[in-house]
């Protein structure tokens, strides 16, 4: 395996498990598991940096002057970041509307 690949499967690794421990998270929430909920987020936040950590990785490599060929590979583990980035946040307003419903 290519080293770019090896690292576009990291990315989608660590994100794909972020975005499953969000939406973990809300199930929790949903069913007033609050303490699951707030385990499963840090848990997914914690899965979510090392993502980024692989990613700035690639980035500083293109600083320092070593050009990224673009796969759809890359481009589909950028996308699952961003979007799991995004589905975070609003997963920890969804916990907090649920825990705001319930009392």
Avoid: C, P, W
Avoid at 17 to 43: N, T, Y
Avoid at 70 to 77: E, F, M, N, R, S
């Amino acid at each position: 395996m290519e080293e770019m690949e090896l690292i576009a499967f990291q990315m989608i690794s660590q994100a794909g498990s972020a975005r499953s421990s969000f939406m973990e998270a809300l199930m929790h929430a949903r069913a007033g598991q609050f303490d699951g909920a707030k385990e499963k987020l840090a848990e997914a936040a914690e899965q979510l940096s090392e993502a980024h950590k692989v990613h700035a990785g690639l980035i500083q490599q293109e600083a320092a002057g070593n050009k990224t060929v673009i796969t759809l590979l890359i481009l589909h583990a950028e996308d699952l970041l961003m979007t799991t980035e995004t589905m975070g946040e609003l997963a920890k307003e969804f916990v907090y509307m649920y825990r705001e419903f319930r009392k």
